[in-house]
């Protein structure tokens, strides 16, 4: 008779509830053991497990190397079952000098470069720890960081390592996690050691004297920090914040008056082969006219050289070009966001990071303590025991020889613990030396005395600040700035002054036509195409303006809601196609219209009127927008719509309405505003206003009227003031009551 085989209980669980219960789990995991680091050593669970497994292996930077197999392969077997390569890839980071301010790993073989090449196969590889990663290390036999079991409980491993270097500020780092992220530069160590020292002396210090002592990160690639002052204070005490960061450079002189300038420093996680690739992509673009060359003359420091068209052009303005387009200046994101001592996420400020290593550093001190006391009782009851026996050699040796249980004898005859008799019963028969007796008393005296200052540290926390004190300047002195390894490389700057690069050295300047079509499709076509009826507009659409501008020209644009938009001439998409909607260039709405276009011309003045007639002269410079949103000029509201918009270059002004009236006064009688309703420019009983435009009287007012123009010069029966009605537009005027 056959069983039915056990199955699991099955819960009938609601979906959502179920994938809640199960991302929640997966989410903490990725926060707290993989994507944040600790506040106390600064490292990843992946970082740290590769520290100690090649520890494990005696890698030490005194011994030889190995294979970076052999640790990937301990790594994963033992603590960190995850994928080869990506532990492989934390180990080639933690080995590149110029990924990590003070590398972890030493490597030997092909580990990367700056340009972006990959490193070489774990197998061909090898590397051993550094002096650095020893420090983060040093005393981890001591008792001083708790262990935990590996994945599958056949090993231990540490919870965090002791880290005698605040190596979370150090080196930084950089994590992706469910819903939260942290992205921290690095820092100059010794700087760190110089802050640290003075929060053990002033516990109460600010954060704006902290930042005296660590003035801003320490990029292992260099580069110049050009930030102020003030935000750099204010990223430092909110834990949030950024920092822009750009290339170092300098001019070399060449013959006849010539120059180039080299770039010797990019900034950090900028790959440089990816750099002179995109720079050489924007010169194809004409996106760099002032820039005729670059080449990369790299070996193994950096030298990129920048060619000058001219050598009239600034070599400020140049690398203000470059910086503005290239990622010859970058902004670092500061997020310190990380795990504190119990494991929960949250951003702290500079003091924050720095107390968080202190109180580490103290507790590591109290364990390491403790474990040497009871080391040191230990030994003492081991050398107790030595004592007794050199005092009662022939006693012991009689009952080692006579007795069945010679242990429990001694024992009990000279109270000795269980320890003492089992290190008596073990000792060797060279130790019996007289010589042996007086090293033993001499070894126990010292221990004695080292056991008494133990425990008055123990008992006095000024004491053990006193000792972190001394280790902090030790680390200072092994790996400060009196080292190469330990000088600044970054230098500190200040917020970069602004420097106003002309539109015209940007964009190569060529000269194009501007196209726009009825239904607002606008594009620029290279040259100053005539405009004779060959010019192609989508089915159902046709020409609205045709203007001759240049790359370096400003294009205005002035719709009915009374704003002015403004494009570069060089932004216009190509003339190759029908263009783009200029809608979508501009704010301009799909309830409102264009009333006109032209190109930009300094120094003009342009009359503005609305529908109802009310208008008056804004200087052209005012119009000018900074913004896709456009710059309001004439209020309009209600059912009056903005109508007209002509250049105001003569002395009177004529303005004709609906009613087929028309007005002419002189220009002076009109105000000249930078925005608002404005004037009235002609009254009407009913209808509004159709066009105005501004004149010489002595040359005659014109008109278009069908395929020709005419012009009036007998004008005297419509003169008048402004604000009255006007008379019938002469015979002749054009039937669309426009004048052009």
Known sequence: MSRKPETAEIRDTPFADALSERYLAYALSTITSRSLPDVRDGLKPVHRRLLFAMRQLRLDPGSGFKKCARVVGDVMGKYHPHGDQSIYDAMVRMAQEFAARYPLIEGQGNFGNVDGDNAAAMRYTEARLTEYATAMLEGIDEDSVDFQENYDGTENEPNLLPASVPNLLANGTSGIAVGMATNIPPHNLDELCSASLHLIKFPKATNAKLVELVPGPDFPTGGVLMESRASVE??????????????????????????????????YQVQKGKLVERVAELMTLRKLPMLADIRDESADDIRIVLEPKSRTIEPEMLMEGMFRHTDLETRFGLNMNVLDGGRIPKVMNLRDVLTAFLDHRHDVLKRRTRYRLERIDHRLEVLGAYLIAYANLDEIIRIIREEDEPKQVMM???????????????????????????????????????????????????????????????????????????????????????????????????????????????????????????????????????????????????????????????????????????????????????????????????????????????????????????????????????????????????????????????????????????????????????????????????????????????LKDWIGKRAQAGRIAPRGFSSANRFS
């Open 412 to 714: 009990k005859k000279w109270k000795m613990s269980d320890v003492q008799a089992e290190a008596i019963l073990n000792m060797r028969l060279r130790a019996l030396r007289r010589l042996e007796e007086v090293e033993i008393r001499s070894e126990h005296d010292a221990l004695t005395a080292e056991k008494k200052d133990l425990n008055s540290l123990m008992k006095d926390e000024k004491k053990r600040w006193d000792v972190i004190s001394l280790q902090i300047k030790d680390i200072q002195a092994r790996f400060g700035v009196k080292t190469e390894l330990g000088k600044r490389r970054t230098e500190i700057g200040d917020a970069p002054t602004l420097i106003d690069v002309p539109l015209e050295a940007m964009i190569e300047r060529e000269p194009i036509t501007v196209i726009c079509s009825e239904k607002g499709w606008i594009r620029a076509a290279r040259g100053h195409v005539a405009d004779n009826g060959e010019i192609k507009y989508k089915e159902g659409d046709r020409e609205r303006f045709v203007l001759h501008a240049e790359t370096t020209d400003k294009f205005l644009l002035f719709g009915t809601n009374g704003r002015f938009y403004t494009i570069g001439c060089g932004k216009l998409p190509g003339g190759r196609g029908f263009g783009d909607p200029i809608r979508l260039m501009t704010g301009l709405g799909n309830d409102q219209e264009i009333v006109t276009v032209m190109v930009h011309k300094p120094g003009r003045k342009l009359l503005v009127a609305a529908s109802d007639g009310r208008g008056f002269v804004v200087p052209e410079d005012e119009v000018l927008a900074q913004t896709k949103g456009g710059k309001q000029v004439l209020n309009v509201k209600g059912g009056v719509e903005a109508q007209s918009c002509t250049v105001a270059d003569g002395d009177f002004v004529a303005v004709v309405g609906e009613n087929r009236k028309l007005l002419i006064f002189p220009s002076d009688e009109l105000p000249t505003m930078s925005r608002g309703r404005g004037v009235v420019l002609q009254r009407y009983k009913d209808g509004g206003m159709s066009d105005a435009t501004v004149f010489t009287l002595a040359e005659g007012l014109t008109w278009r009227a069908g395929d020709r123009s005419r012009t009036e010069t007998d």
């Open 234 to 267: 204010e990223s430092y005490a909110t834990g949030r914040g950024s920092f822009r960061l750009r290339a170092r450079w300098e001019v070399e002189k060449l013959k006849h008056g010539q120059y180039q300038v080299v770039v010797t420093e990019i900034p």
